[in-house]
């Protein structure tokens, strides 16, 4: 099994490290597979190459671990063209792993509202999935029925371009919920896109309310001495 891994990784990562091509590869004797995919067996490294330079094309050592090492007839400048369109795709998809968040206070206004919909939008538009969380400070914990709207809105107002991976659920202080982008989108965006200064702003708001949270002085419940009672009468006997 663990082979098969190291297979399967070396398979993986073989173009991704600079090959040895034509004059680098230094070893008496190669296996060779031609520009159709057609295995031409063991041979010297020298008739190899010839091979490769009689078709207009480079030998590129692919398997350096092979015993003997394994060559490929092809053009090695499109051989790395392809191999960077495979490099770009596979960080486009690595994209969906990624989970950016979206901050929102109970109490919002409608305009505060609608910039972190467009947020959430444009990061669900680029291929990553949001975490939307309510922020309660103080005694705002007790009304957590509005932080749930407030989601429920969020996730009925994404419905075109989003769905929800994880349903609204209370942790400390925050609730949340997790928005991943749909593969086929059912229509536009409800929002338009918005500035990115407003996009700053609103997130410069989010540091500023947590920095205010944080601040937040501990209640505490004081002790009061017991008053004594004081002689009027005068002095006792």
Not at 120 to 145: C, H, N, P
Request: charged fraction near 35%.
């Amino acid at each position: 099994m663990l082979r098969y891994r190291a297979f399967l990784f070396f398979r993986r990562n073989a173009i991704a490290r600079p090959l040895r091509i034509n004059d680098q590869i230094r070893i008496r004797t190669v296996r060779v597979i031609d520009d159709e995919g057609t295995q031409l067996g063991v041979m010297p490294t020298e008739n190899a190459l010839a091979l490769a330079r009689n078709k207009g094309l480079d030998l590129i050592e692919v398997s350096p671990t092979a015993v003997p090492p394994v060559c490929r007839i092809s053009d090695y400048g499109r051989l790395k063209y392809e191999q960077s369109k495979k490099d770009k795709d596979a960080r486009k998809k690595q994209k969906n792993w990624e989970l950016r968040e979206v901050k929102l206070r109970p109490k919002i206004e409608t305009h505060d509202y609608e910039v972190k919909a467009r947020m959430a939008e444009r990061l669900l538009q680029d291929g990553g999935k949001v975490k939307v969380t309510i922020m309660f400070r103080g005694r705002e914990i007790t009304y957590t029925s509005f932080g749930k709207r407030l989601l429920d809105r969020m996730a009925v107002d994404m419905t075109n371009i989003a769905t929800v991976e994880r349903d609204a659920k209370l942790e400390g202080k925050n609730m949340f919920m997790i928005l991943a982008p749909r593969a086929v989108p059912l229509g536009p965006p409800k929002f338009t896109h918005v500035k990115d200064s407003a996009i700053a702003a609103a997130e410069k708001k989010d540091a500023e309310d947590e920095a205010a949270e944080a601040a937040e002085p501990v209640e505490l419940i004081e002790s009061i001495a017991p008053i004594e009672p004081t002689n009027v009468g005068g002095a006792s006997a």
